[in-house]
């Protein structure tokens, strides 16, 4: 019998759970060789790679940078990899160190950071339904209006698939039991800055 | 305007775990909420998977790893200017490999290298933001362990030294 196939968007690919492995042998896979293994582990990881990048508002140029240069660490190190199994936190860990040595590189004097979603422009959505561009629109904002660590946390949860609060951990230097709670603080404060937005922007809120 | 419902809650409703778990339920749509937002608003360039799947191929456990021991721009009080000129130094044991990389009007680098002890040999420059068909770039090193590379594409960049006689290197991987 042919088992029922779950599938889960990742980027532009779709890939199929029912061929998973654990990230170990995608690293064992990889480390050998084995392309499709090599597949797996960027399907699977390079939106949070991506994500932790942003959550360090590095513009897109920078991040994509950070992006590529953690997988050429990955390649890099392949055969030394201690954890096989904890491949996230180490691809979590090393962005960041990417991110900080970028910025430390460029010092004051660098880049700008990018002011991403600070005039989020509800048109870059155009496949949605209005109310939902919307509303995607207002949380973007929000989620930029929040205090700086709040919205690392939150950007780097959003991440596709969620990450494993040990890879978070790693990127935040949190205890795995703190992430909890302090997930539920940040997402209140983000439903206060929606309210707060509702209220000040939305001309029907008076009536 | 009605009140957010988290607010509702911590007025003190209904008995605490059955307020907390319709929290973590509230929570959790309001994260799958804000994970459509980021798909909509910070997509994951798809440049970045094409990138990942090619770079498979620069694996190279043959040959011993040059650590970054010197890099200008992390120096103490390093003064930043127009100019981007950065100044490398790579060592494994024989060899410690310098870069003086120096950028052009279009924002590409022409690489000066000196490999200590001084040794004839090959040096390929990978560099992942080159042209396609452009991305490793070979060059010869003098017996005096001169080498000259031009245009290296600004971005991510590795050094494999194939000496004439003995081992391969490669070093660490860097952004220009």
Redesign the interface.
């Known amino acids: 019998m042919v088992r029922p196939v779950t599938t889960v968007q990742v980027g532009v690919r779709r890939y199929n759970h029912a061929m998973d492995g654990p990230p170990a042998a995608w690293v064992r896979g990889a480390a050998s060789g084995d392309q499709v293994a090599w597949g797996r582990l960027i399907e699977r990881y390079n939106n949070l790679v991506w994500s932790v990048a942003r959550s360090f508002r590095l513009n897109v140029h920078d991040a994509t940078d950070v992006t590529q240069t953690t997988w050429l660490r990955l390649v890099e190190h392949l055969d030394g990899i201690k954890e096989p199994d904890s491949i996230g936190s180490w691809l979590a860990t090393t962005t960041r160190n990417e991110c900080l040595a970028l910025l430390r590189r460029q010092g004051r004097q660098g880049v700008p950071l990018d002011a991403v979603g600070e005039v989020a422009d509800v048109r870059a959505a155009p496949g949605e339904a209005l109310l939902t561009r919307e509303r995607d629109a207002e949380l973007w904002s929000a989620l930029n209006r929040m205090p700086e660590r709040c919205r690392r946390l939150l950007r780097i949860l959003a991440s596709d698939p969620p990450p494993s609060y040990q890879e978070v951990g790693a990127v935040l230097d949190m205890a795995v039991g703190s992430i909890g709670p302090t997930r539920a603080r940040c997402l209140e404060k983000l439903r206060q800055n929606m309210a707060t937005s509702a209220r000040s922007n939305d001309p029907r809120s008076s009536q | 305007?009605k009140?957010?419902?988290?607010q509702d809650e911590s007025a003190g409703g209904p008995v605490p775990h059955l307020a907390d778990h319709a929290?973590g339920n509230d929570?959790e749509m309001?994260?799958a909420?804000?994970?459509?937002?980021?798909?909509?608003?910070?997509p994951?360039?798809?440049?970045?998977?094409d990138?990942?799947?090619d770079?498979?191929s620069?694996?190279d456990?043959d040959a011993e790893?040059a650590a970054l021991v010197a890099?200008s721009?992390?120096l103490a009080g390093?003064v930043?200017s127009g100019n981007r000129e950065v100044l490398l130094r790579f060592e494994v044991a024989p060899y410690a490999i310098t870069l003086e990389a120096s950028p052009d009007a279009g924002g590409r680098f022409r690489v000066v290298g000196q490999v200590e002890p001084g040794i004839a040999g090959r040096v390929d420059i990978r560099q992942?933001?080159g042209a396609p068909g452009q991305r490793e770039l070979s060059v010869r090193c003098d017996e005096w362990g001169r080498f000259e590379a031009y245009p290296v594409a600004a971005?991510?960049v590795?050094l494999r030294l194939t000496p004439d006689k003995g081992h391969a290197v490669r070093t660490?991987?860097v952004?220009l």
Request: avoid cysteine.
């Open positions: 305007m009140p957010a419902t988290g929290q929570d309001l994260l909420e804000l994970r459509r937002a980021v798909a909509v608003f910070d994951l360039p798809a440049s970045t998977a990138f990942g799947l770079v498979l620069w694996r456990p790893l890099d721009r992390e390093a930043r992942s933001d971005g991510p590795s660490t991987w952004v």
